[in-house]
Structure formats: structure tokens, C-alpha cells
């Protein structure tokens, strides 16, 4: 399996080596307000279909022995699913399409790994062809952070949720709101915590840091400092909801929060961000602003998670930090002098590369 995880980064710097020989991969599309050069989406979907291979055979990782058991003992017929989601007292949507899955399509469990794996990886490919100005170095970024193996092949329900919220990107950037928001209902319903994206839609609007991104960091710098009374609020508010036992669960768990050093890295495009806000502004790129703002947002939660708790705060940033894959390839080639971007490039994979080495040896020393 440790071979698995480096043959997928492997397989990805292939495919950005065979990119740049065949110009005829990509076409000129319309990209928000401009067209631009981007993959074609069989192009695009191609580089994704070892990852989405891998989440379906893989092992015993993180949570997977507890999703075959629920899919194991969901109904085998249509007749059978209304008992069972009487039973069902969150997350109905996740539980009820996964129902419809065993009942109607298959009852082999890494075919139903595969199918969420397609969905998953799907949407993430299509939105990184289109908005990303680098396709393959954006995948290169989600492999190397290992958010692969934390989400797609751990935090499956939340990821879920996380991909519906994600392909609505282009609806934003199109002001559809109505219809995001009937989205970002539907993703709720896979998992809860997709409504914590609801309040940034409207925040991430506009230009990048404006008044709203830098109130919020300004709340997030308080939380950060009165990290204690925040934990006390946070469990009275969530005392009436199937989420009442979070704070005691994290306590009880001596869950200690995020480690600085992913925290780090994922503050790094909202660092960028700040060092070129200038060309931002002047670029005025509609993906880039809400990238950044995203991208911010991203980072005030794991600061925040980073001195509460890991393990479920930890878990709330998902729904920002894909667009930082967007923005960082963004910041390198456009802030930068040419030389120097070419440097950083070298220095930003072999960073990732170090980064993605820590977490396999952590993750294989936990198994």
C-alpha cells in the first residue's frame, strides 16, 4: 500500500510531462469573464483514474472498516429502505442514496467505493480544468496535502458533501445563488456541516481581503485568544443538536488540535495572498478573488482548530481549502518574476513532496 500512495503522485508528474508534449490535451474555453487554454475534460477525468483505482481497492484506512459495515447492513430491496431510514436520525441523504446503491445497483462494497470515488474525483477534476491555470499541479497539491486519503478514503460522508459544494463554483461566480444555496441544502443532507458554507458565499464575494474576509479574520484572531470561552460557547450552542457531544468528545479524547505544521501549509496561499495582494487587484480575476477569500477562510478555521481541536474543527476547513489549489499555482506564476517562479515551482513540489513523505510515515507508523 505505501507503494500505492507514491505511485499516485508518481502517475501525476507523468501526466504533467506528457501535457506539456501534447498541446492538443487542451482548448480555449470561456472561464468566468475571459477565455483561457484548459484541458479537455477526457483529459482531465484520464489523470484522476488512479485515484480513483486506488480508493476503491484500498485497505483498512482511517474509517473504511466502519463504512463496509453500514453498507454490508443496509436493504437488499426497495421495500426495505423506508424501515431502515426510519432509523436514520442524521445525514439522511448520504444514507439513503448509499440505501438505493445496495438495493439497486450492488451489494459489493468496493463497487460502492468506486462510485463515490467517481463522483468525488469527477467534480474535483472538472473544477480544477476549468479554473485552475495549472490542472495537473492543482491534483499534484490535493494528492501531496494526503487530503486524499483523509477524505476520500476516510471522511467519505463529509467529502461527499464537500464535492456538491465544491461544483457549484461556477454558480457562484455566476451570482446564482438560489440555486447554490438549494445545493448547499442538498450537500447538508449528506453531511450537517455543508451549512457552515452558506455565510461564506456571501463573504467570499467581491474583491479579495475585502471588509468582510478581514472582519472575519479579525473574529478569528479573538477566538484564537479566548480559545476557552469559545469551547464553553460552542457546547451550549450545540446542546439541542446531534453534535451536543462534540467539545466533551474532544476533551475527553485530549485532542490537542491541528498540527501546526498542516497548518502551515495550508496558510500558505492565504499568506501569498497577502505578500500579492497588489497583483491580485490589479488582475481583478473573479476566480481569483473568490479563491482568495476562500482561501482565507480555509485558513482563520484551522487556525482555530489548531488551538481547539483537530478532529472536529479540523475537519470544518475542507469546505475552503480546495480552492487554495486554484490560487497557489495563481500566485506563483503572477507575483512573482519568471526566474523566480520557476524556482518555486522546484521548491513548492519538493516541499509538498517532503510534506507528503512526513504523512505516509505518520500514517503507516498509526496503522
Given at each position: 500500500m505505501k507503494l500505492s500512495y507514491w505511485g499516485i503522485l508518481v502517475w501525476m508528474l507523468f501526466f504533467g510531462g506528457l501535457s506539456v508534449k501534447m498541446e492538443g490535451m487542451k482548448r480555449t474555453v470561456r472561464v468566468a469573464d475571459r477565455y483561457a487554454l484548459r484541458y479537455h475534460p477526457v483529459w482531465a477525468l484520464a489523470a484522476v483514474l488512479p485515484l480513483i483505482w486506488m480508493t476503491t481497492v484500498r485497505g483498512e484506512v482511517g474509517d473504511t472498516g466502519s463504512y463496509?459495515?453500514?453498507?454490508?447492513?443496509?436493504?437488499?430491496?426497495?421495500?426495505d429502505i423506508g424501515s431502515y431510514m426510519s432509523s436514520v436520525s442524521k445525514d439522511w441523504g448520504f444514507y439513503f442514496c448509499s440505501a438505493l446503491i445496495h438495493s439497486l445497483i450492488t451489494q459489493n462494497v468496493k463497487i460502492y467505493f468506486c462510485i463515490l470515488a467517481i463522483l468525488q474525483g469527477g467534480i474535483l477534476a472538472l473544477v480544477y480544468r476549468k479554473y485552475s491555470t495549472r490542472y495537473v499541479l492543482s491534483m499534484f497539491l490535493f494528492l501531496a496535502s494526503t487530503d486524499y486519503i483523509s477524505w476520500m478514503f476516510n471522511g467519505i460522508r463529509q467529502f461527499t458533501a464537500v464535492a456538491i459544494t465544491f461544483a457549484c463554483m461556477g454558480l457562484l461566480l455566476r451570482r446564482r445563488y438560489i440555486v447554490v444555496i438549494l445545493l448547499v441544502l442538498l450537500a447538508a443532507a449528506f453531511h450537517g456541516s455543508a451549512l457552515l458554507v452558506l455565510p461564506f458565499l456571501f463573504?467570499?464575494?467581491?474583491?479579495?481581503?475585502?471588509?468582510?474576509?478581514?472582519?472575519?479574520m479579525a473574529v478569528v484572531m479573538l477566538l484564537v485568544v479566548f480559545a476557552g470561552q469559545f469551547t464553553g460557547i460552542l457546547d451550549v450552542f450545540l446542546q439541542d443538536t446531534s453534535y451536543k457531544n462534540v467539545v466533551s468528545d474532544w476533551k475527553m479524547l485530549e485532542d490537542d488540535g491541528t498540527n501546526p505544521l498542516r497548518v502551515a501549509v495550508y496558510a500558505m496561499p492565504a499568506v501569498l495572498s497577502v505578500i500579492g495582494i497588489r497583483q491580485i487587484r490589479e488582475a481583478d480575476d473573479p476566480v481569483i478573488n473568490l479563491c482568495t477569500n476562500m482561501s482565507v477562510a480555509a485558513t482563520g478555521f484551522y487556525l482555530i482548530s489548531m488551538f481547539t481541536s483537530g478532529i472536529f474543527i479540523g475537519r470544518l476547513p475542507v469546505y475552503f481549502s480546495l480552492y487554495s489549489y486554484i490560487l497557489l499555482p495563481w500566485e506563483i506564476e503572477h507575483i512573482f518574476?519568471?526566474?523566480?517562479?520557476?524556482?518555486?515551482?522546484?521548491c513548492l513540489i519538493v516541499g509538498y513532496l517532503?510534506?507528503?513523505?512526513?504523512?505516509?510515515?505518520m500514517l503507516t507508523a498509526g496503522n
Open positions: 463496509v459495515m453500514m453498507f454490508e447492513d443496509m436493504p437488499n430491496t426497495l421495500h463573504l467570499a464575494q467581491g474583491k479579495a481581503w475585502n471588509r468582510k474576509t478581514i472582519f472575519f518574476s519568471e526566474k523566480s517562479a520557476k524556482l518555486l515551482y522546484v517532503g510534506f507528503y513523505a512526513y504523512s505516509i510515515r
